[in-house]
Every structure is written in C-alpha cells, then in structure tokens.
C-alpha cells in the first residue's frame, strides 16, 4: 500500500448510507474548502461504461464492490479532493483500510426517517429495487453502523440544509486541515 498521507493534507472522504446526502453535502463541502469534489458512484460508472444497476444486474454485487475498491484506491491517490462514497465502500474491508490510512472519513448520520424520504422511489440503488426501502436501511442500519463509527469525525445531518451540515463538518474538522494549496 502507498503509505499513509499526513492529516491535514488528505482527502476528506464522506461515508453513511444511501440518502444521507453524502453527495449534496460534499459538493458544498469541496466549494466551501476551495477543493475539487469527486463522486465516487460516477467514477464507477465511467470506468465501467455502465450505471450502477447495469453493474449489478450484468456483473454481481461482487464485482462492483471489486469495482469500487480499483477506483477509490485510485482517487484516493490523487491530490486532496472532497470524496463522495457509495454507502458500501467503507464496508469493504480492503476499502476501509485505504479510506482510514489515505482520507479523514467523515460519517454522515441521519434519523431513519430522513433517509427513507431521501430515497424516494428512486429506482438507481439496486439494494433497494422491489423491497421496502425502510427495511432495508434499518437492516443497513444495524449491521453497517458499528462499521461507520470507525470513521474519524461523525456528523449528525437530519433534517438540516445541506449548508448547515457543511458547517458542522468544518467545525469537526478545524485544525485537522492544511490551508489548499493552489
Ligand atoms: C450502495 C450505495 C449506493 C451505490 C450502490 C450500493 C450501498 O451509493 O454505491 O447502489 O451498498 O449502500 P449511495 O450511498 O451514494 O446511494
């Protein structure tokens, strides 16, 4: 593995599951640090040529999960960046162990409730295609949330605007950064 970057000149990678506006909030968060943002999910799909629910319907979970461990593994050597994570990258062993030695993670919390008016009826998340949406993040809940505790900073988002978020994530973060370099 590369070896570790020092704090304050990492990546600030966003973890937490699906709806808990890990996308909104780290584009706000990358403008507000002057940073670029990257999205991981897209970065999947470009390198794949494909949406995410073509990956899983034609390849398998597993291999997107083995998807998503090459393209994290290759933003989080690129110069510091706001990322964007799908809610089971930092579920991956492998992924983790990158995420914690390369980035600051930042967990994103909210009530069930939020999450599941988040979703919608979306249809771009294939763990929650023809299921209840509601069951599955509390399944979700319960088995990722000891995981996500791992992260380096946990934030509480709910029912906050994004801004909001954004400014509790630069408290929890102060003093951890370097100034971007330009
Ligand atoms: C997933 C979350 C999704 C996406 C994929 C799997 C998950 O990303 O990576 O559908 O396992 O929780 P978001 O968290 O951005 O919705």
């Given at each position: 593995m590369t070896p570790d970057r020092p704090p304050g000149a990492r990546t600030i990678a966003l973890v937490g599951?699906?709806?808990?506006g890990k996308s909104t909030i780290g584009r706000r968060l990358a403008q507000a640090l002057e940073l670029p943002f990257r999205d991981a999910d897209q970065e999947i799909e470009a390198a794949a040529g494909r949406s995410i629910p073509e990956i899983f319907a034609e390849r398998g979970e597993a291999e997107f999960r083995a998807g998503e461990r090459r393209v994290i593994g290759r933003l989080l050597q690129e110069p510091r960046h706001v990322l964007a994570t799908g809610?089971?990258?930092?579920?991956d062993p492998q992924t983790r162990e990158l995420m914690k030695h390369r980035a600051i993670t930042v967990w994103l919390k909210a009530e069930l409730d939020v999450m599941v008016r988040r979703v919608g009826?979306?249809?771009?998340r294939p763990l929650l295609v023809g299921r209840d949406s509601r069951e599955v993040l509390q399944e979700l809940m319960d088995r990722r949330y000891p995981v996500y505790a791992e992260a380096d900073i946990t934030v509480v988002t709910d029912d906050r605007p994004a801004n909001a978020a954004v400014d509790a994530i630069l408290a929890a973060l102060a003093g951890r950064l370097e100034p971007a370099v330009g």
């Open positions: 599951l699906m709806g808990v809610g089971g990258a930092f579920m009826r979306k249809t771009t």
